[in-house]
């Protein structure tokens, strides 16, 4: 069974197949694809401030700066937008993953 956080370092290159998306953008995105989740019933331990940050949406945000330690996607801080570094196909993504693991 995967991991909130492994099936969004998944979608998140699909999602920005079509252009850069906000981190806002892209959770919706997240939420529609994953419904089962997108729990925002369920708060973030990492966040002190009662906001009722959902989990799921600090663990999207993790999937990130995953992403972009990767280098498969990159952040625009002038239009504050995720994209892909260039468009690749899941399944290179996935070959590249497993060469490093091996």
């Known amino acids: 069974?995967?991991?909130?956080?492994?099936v969004f370092l998944r979608g998140i290159p699909i999602i920005l197949r079509n252009g850069p998306l906000?981190?806002?953008d892209i959770a919706r995105a997240l939420r529609e694809?994953?419904?089962?989740?997108?729990?925002?019933l369920i708060p973030c331990p990492h966040v002190n401030d009662k906001s009722g940050h959902p989990e799921w949406?600090?663990?999207?945000?993790?999937?990130?700066?995953?992403l972009k330690r990767r280098k498969i996607i990159f952040y625009n801080r002038t239009v504050k937008k995720w994209g892909l570094v260039l468009k690749r196909?899941?399944?290179?993504?996935?070959?590249?993953?497993i060469k490093k693991k091996a």
């Open 1 to 6: 069974m995967s991991t909130p956080y492994k």
């Open 22 to 24: 906000s981190h806002k």
């Open 33 to 40: 694809e994953f419904p089962d989740f997108c729990n925002d």
């Open 57 to 66: 949406d600090h663990l999207a945000r993790n999937a990130e700066q995953g």
């Open 89 to 97: 196909s899941m399944n290179e993504y996935s070959n590249e993953r």
